[in-house]
Structures are given as C-alpha cells and as structure tokens.
C-alpha cells in the first residue's frame, strides 16, 4: 500500500459520500437514543471537508488530515465535532509531514484518533460509543503486520462492535439520560466510525486490485 496526498484525499471523498448516503439512516437511529441529528451534522462536516482539502493535493499527509480535523471541529455539532475532529488532528499529528503512507501508517493513524477520541470524550469500551467500534479494529491491526486482510477482519470488529451497543447502557452524552432504556438501540457514533472504516478498506482494496 502505498497512498500519496492525492489517493488520501479521494479516499476521504469516498468516506464523505457514504456518510452522505447514510446520512438518513444515522440520524434515525440517533432520534432514537440522542438529539436526532447525527447524520445531518456528520453530513455537513463531511461537505465541509471536501470542499476544504479539493486543492491539498500538494501538501502532507498529515497537513491533509489536521485540515479534515479542524474543519469537523468547525462545523459538526454535538459531541460528534469535537471528537472525530480531535480524531483526525491527531492522526495528522501522528503521521507528521510524510507525503505517502502505507500500513504501518494507517494503524498509526487509527490508534493515534482512538486515544484523541478516549481523550476528548473520557470514555472506554463498554460505555456504548464510538470507542466500542473503533478500539476493537485497533486490536485486530495490532495483533500482526498489517495488510489488506487484517484491515478487512479489522472492519469486521467493528462492525461486531457496533452490535455489541445494541446491548449496552449508554454512560456518555444525551443517550445516558436514558438509562436502561438505551438497551437494544445501537450507537450512532459506533455506526458512522465502522461506515468510515469500511470506506478505507473498500478504496484500499479497490487500489490494489
């Protein structure tokens, strides 16, 4: 895997168009257990981001993702800005100036938006969160060198992780007020970081193909 400033930015194009085409499905399941708009905002954040990074084809990698960072921040409401957006500055931090990246990199990069996330949001695995996707999709990438099947498998957990929230309360945000009725619904932050996830993979292994 080798993915230049451009590549980055079309896979980024390709995360911001599936959050789009979910956008509908985000924000019902966030009506269900939160203020009903998590789609909507991670929509516009991700409008947001192509507009912002279209002609960052010149610059870093991490350049690239502190903008997509900064411009979360900027325009997702909610609790969702400030945490993917804490994600993605971090995984800009992390890759620093590299104009290309490759496996290494991206559990780098994921591990990186994972401790920003557990950072902003002081949550842990089991608090019906976005940690509850991502944390287990670090683990996989850790457990050998990474490739396009351990990313794959990464996805997968998930994808598991997502469903495990349908059978926790929630501690954090809106969905805490809920109490043992958050039972049974699952995360919408879990949901849009598995989506986003799945997009990388999907673009990653339609470039190697």
Sequence with gaps: MAVGSAKLIEIINLVANDIQENKDFLTQLDSA???ADHGINMSKGFKAVTEKIAAMTDKDCGSILKTVGMTLVSTVGGASGPLYGTAFMRAGQA????KELGFDDLLLILDAAL?????????????KTIVDALEPAVEVLKSSPVNLKLLEEAVKAAKDGVEYTKGIIA??????YLGERSIGHQ????????????????ALSEKSS
């Design 33 to 35: 257990i939160g203020d």
């Design 95 to 98: 890759v620093g100036t590299k």
């Design 115 to 127: 401790e920003g996330i557990k950072m902003r949001g002081k949550a842990e695995k089991g608090e």
């Design 171 to 176: 501690k954090k945000g809106r969905a805490s």
């Design 187 to 202: 995360d919408p932050g879990a949901t849009s970081c598995y989506i986003m996830l799945a997009a990388v993979h999907r």
